[in-house]
Nanobody, 121 residues
């Protein structure tokens, strides 16, 4: 199977920075895309940013210009560099990998456990 382990969350003051990481391990043949989502208390989960295996990136308007998604394909790891953080960025951030576990298998969706990011003075 596939395991995703996240790290890097924590408490930061407004205007500060954090870098999240999510590393996948296990039976991985190929990765199509890596995605970050977040869910704030009392709100629905929202898409934050995504990166394809080819390096194409997309961002939600709310984080564009402040967050940067990147990946290390050799390490099956995705990163989210978050700068100029605002209190409204407070949420549980989760990574999601769309990948194949074997050559002719279907693309499956795998989730990390989530990491808390709190932006507060």
């Amino acid at each position: 199977q596939v395991q995703l382990v996240e790290s890097g969350g924590g408490l930061v003051q407004p205007g500060g920075s954090l870098r999240l990481s999510c590393a996948a391990s296990g039976s991985i043949f190929s990765i199509n895309a890596m995605v970050w989502y977040r869910q704030a208390p009392g709100k629905e989960r929202e898409w934050v940013a995504s990166i394809t295996s080819g390096g194409d990136t997309n961002y939600a308007d709310s984080v564009k210009g402040r967050f940067t998604i990147s990946s290390d394909n050799a390490k099956n790891t995705v990163y989210l560099q978050m700068n100029s953080l605002k209190p409204e960025d407070t949420a549980v951030y989760s990574c999601n990998f769309r990948l194949r576990t074997r050559r002719f298998g279907t693309v499956g969706s795998f989730w990390g456990q989530g990491t808390q990011v709190t932006v507060s003075s």
